[in-house]
């Protein structure tokens, strides 16, 4: 686009890309309302209003990038907050929000009972804003933004507001979230990008990009081993049937500019999808890797903190507590490498 071919060849910004919004109309998805954002660039991707505006079904021209789970999008469950319900609703998805107050199990202790991974991901958006981009006048950049409410009467009042913004030409999707206390007590807070690849970007031999100091999540694991190989993509496991998965709690590594980066790169198709957020903001990754027969999985999850649970995070000292009218925020960049120099930089840098 950069060659401005299609001067005085369109009549539409829609011909080129943009957003539009939908709702869905039958199954489990009935009455959920959705935005396709198209890059122009092969680069397209659902976003999920009702669902905390997460991302779903996203595509490199013919190429899925996300794993969907066989539910696929489903409409929300406001009032599913128990125990593994979350499951339940699980669309997977190229990103999946966790939080704003737990990151983790089910648990249940003085403070409450929390189900897993939180409620944020089944509460729909109010939206805000949808700005289009405008090609003939010179402006590419588009952008949804919507606010998400956690909240109850006489309790605890978060509040998400989320911007999913992109430029016509360019094949990245960056979310900028705020999360505030509109409340009048302090209030837990624990937030992780559910983030899941899945195939054909997940095959066999794709590998895992990430640096830093990390542990297995599980006490004897088969994968997150010293010497073993736990960055290349494995082929189905019996073992991952049902429930099967590891995990690793990765002290991710950040430039000079306090920049960390993760992603995975499938040699046979010759694309890369990287993920860029600040170490300040999201200290923690996570790679969730399940590769069980017909769900086949992996997950790279910046968070505040690895997924334990706020029971275990007041333990550690480390549940971050938001005083009323105090804001947090986040940065998230996905970006799909196709040239081979870009590809090339980024496993220089960043492979371990």
Not at 150 to 176: V, Y
Request: hydrophobic share 35%; with cysteine.
């Amino acid at each position: 686009m950069a060659n401005h071919t299609w001067t005085d060849k369109i009549s539409t910004y829609t011909q080129l890309g943009g957003i539009e919004t939908a709702v869905l109309d039958n199954g489990l998805s009935r009455d959920t309302r959705i935005a396709w954002i198209n890059t122009g660039t092969g680069l397209r991707y659902k976003v999920v209003i009702d669902r905390a505006m997460d991302i779903a079904d996203a595509f490199y021209n013919q190429h899925s990038l996300a794993w969907l789970s066989h539910s696929g999008v489903s409409a929300p469950q406001p009032f599913s907050n128990k125990g593994a319900n979350w499951l339940k609703t699980f669309g997977g998805g190229l990103v999946t929000t966790c939080g704003l107050t737990h990151v983790g199990g089910r648990e249940s202790d003085e403070y409450g009972e929390r189900g897993l991974h939180g409620a944020i991901s089944n509460i729909p958006a109010a939206i805000e804003s949808v700005i289009q981009p405008d090609p003939v006048g010179g402006k590419m950049e588009m952008s949804i933004t919507g606010i998400i409410k956690e909240s109850q009467a006489l309790g605890t009042r978060l509040e998400l507001r989320r911007t999913i913004s992109g430029k016509l030409g360019e094949a990245f999707i960056h979310i900028h979230d705020e999360v505030s206390n509109r409340g009048n007590t302090a209030a837990p807070h624990m937030l992780l990008y559910h983030c899941n690849l899945g195939w054909p970007l997940a095959d066999e031999g794709s590998r895992l990009i990430w640096n830093g100091q990390w542990q297995a999540r599980d006490a004897n694991p088969k994968i997150f081993t010293k010497g073993n190989d736990f960055c290349a993509c494995m082929a189905p496991l019996d073992e991952h049937s049902g429930g099967g998965e590891e995990a690793a709690f990765i002290d991710i590594a950040s430039d000079s500019n306090g920049q960390a980066v993760c992603g995975l790169y499938n040699a046979q198709l010759g694309i890369a999808v990287s993920i860029r957020f600040s170490k300040t903001q999201l200290p923690w990754l996570t790679n969730w890797q399940h590769w069980g027969k017909g769900e086949y999985v992996t997950g790279l999850e910046p968070g505040t903190h690895p997924p334990i649970g706020q029971a275990q995070a007041r333990k550690q000292g480390t549940l971050i507590y938001l005083a009323p009218g105090e804001t947090r925020q986040y940065d998230l960049r996905l970006e799909v490498l196709h040239r081979q120099e870009h590809i090339g930089n980024f496993l220089k840098t960043y492979d371990s």
